[in-house]
């Protein structure tokens, strides 16, 4: 008799032997856009304040699926070699076709369980892991095999499920369940009897109306509402259970890669004597305290964790700035011009002496001898605050 976790992930590999996931249409061109998680330079630069010092890094996608994510780490990071691995034959079938199309040829892939990292060779600069560990029967076992796998200074950027803003999701896995009764594990009929219900219960119902408003767009497709609603196995986390994973891990916590939503400014701003008591709570409290005042909005946990030492740079004196040398952020749609999208798909408009000097940015990338921030303000008129306020953007990275 199998034990129940060998159980779990043979259930696991065969929904997304059924229904391979993501279902993102295979294309003959680089994807568009960007995600900036998945590029080395903006992600290094997130989390220590300065360009890494090398770009030919190997990069491991964890848990990749049909390659969504894998083809993006190849073709957003040119000089890196990267390894996809996934428990799902299928999903892999399908990856490695989607990389062939696109002409992403910088990568291999393993059919290997997170828990069998160990299998590969050699350490990784940054992993990726979306969407993957809260399906294992034992993510402290998965996040421990991947952190074995990471280089000293690497990154490892994570994606986990919350608990409070799945609540709705949570009692629909529920009631699917009870209705299939023995037929539990056939997805196909798990997503007939999901579908019929949220076809029977009235209009105001909550389970409906969370559906609509959230997740019904992605939904009308079979893979992602069985991704979501029929799913063998699912731990959902919340920041005490989050960081006891994230302790476990051996490794540094480095930040939520959707910083903005962790400010407590956007929810009790406009009290400050409310935000002076917070000022006496630890990190940790403060995350707890958002996701309790904000369920709906906390559905997911995304954040980088580091192997030490990983060094993080102090641009704060004025001759330090000015020595240093400056590149435009490689996560940009629109460029060049006075209006566009930045790393972080937010609307930025620029002054003509900004723009300008961005554009010397760009050209520090392939200058034989680029030019230092003073360098650069010498030839043109602007002053030390606006660069500091295109660093604080992320519209810059920075090297000595």
């Known amino acids: ?198 076809a029977a219960l009235p209009e105001n119902n909550r389970l409906v109306k969370r559906e609509k408003e959230r997740w019904s767009l992605e939904n009308h497709r079979d893979e992602c509402f069985a991704d979501m609603y029929v799913h063998p196995q699912e731990i959902d986390y919340n920041i005490e259970t989050l960081f006891q994973l994230i302790d476990a891990s051996g490794l540094e916590f480095v930040g939520f890669s959707n910083p903005q939503i962790w400010q407590i400014g956007r929810l009790l701003g406009k009290n400050p004597e409310l935000i002076e008591r917070t000022k006496g709570l630890s990190d940790r409290e403060l995350y707890r305290l958002i996701e309790i005042l904000d369920p709906d909005n906390i559905t997911h946990y995304e954040f980088f964790l580091a192997r030490p030492p990983l060094s993080k740079a102090d641009w704060s004196g004025d001759e330090t700035l000015l020595a240093a040398i400056p590149h435009r952020h490689p996560c940009m749609e629109g460029w060049p011009s006075l209006c566009l999208f930045n790393y972080d798909y937010q609307i930025v408009n620029l002054s003509a002496d900004e723009l300008e000097f961005l554009q010397r940015c760009d050209s520090n990338s392939s200058a034989e001898s680029p030019k230092t921030v003073a360098e650069i303000l010498v030839e043109m008129k602007l002053d030390l605050w606006t660069v500091r306020s295109l660093l604080k953007q992320q519209l810059i990275l920075l090297s000595s």
């Open 1 to 198: 008799m199998p034990d129940n976790s060998t159980a779990i992930s043979s259930a696991v590999q065969r929904l997304y032997d059924t229904y391979p996931f993501p279902p993102e249409p295979l294309l003959d061109n680089p994807p568009p856009g960007y995600n900036w998680r998945w590029n080395w330079l903006a992600a290094y630069n997130f989390c220590t304040g300065q360009k890494p010092a090398r770009q030919d890094v190997r990069i491991l996608d964890a848990g990749c699926g049909t390659g969504v994510g894998t083809e993006y780490l190849v073709h957003l990071n040119p000089q890196a070699q990267v390894t996809g691995i996934d428990l799902s034959a299928e999903a892999l079938a399908v990856a490695r076709e989607r990389c062939r199309r696109s002409g992403a040829n910088r990568v291999e892939f393993h059919h290997l369980s997170l828990y069998d990292a160990a299998q590969l060779p050699g350490e990784f600069e940054l992993i990726n892991s979306v969407g993957v560990l809260h399906h294992l029967p034992d993510p402290i076992r998965g996040i421990q095999s991947l952190a074995a796998k990471l280089a000293p200074g690497g990154l490892m950027h994570i994606f986990v499920y919350a608990e409070l803003g799945r609540w709705e999701i949570q009692l629909m896995q529920k009631a699917i369940a009870l209705l299939q009764g023995s037929q539990q594990g056939d997805y196909r009929d798990g997503v007939k009897v999901g579908r019929q219900i949220f």
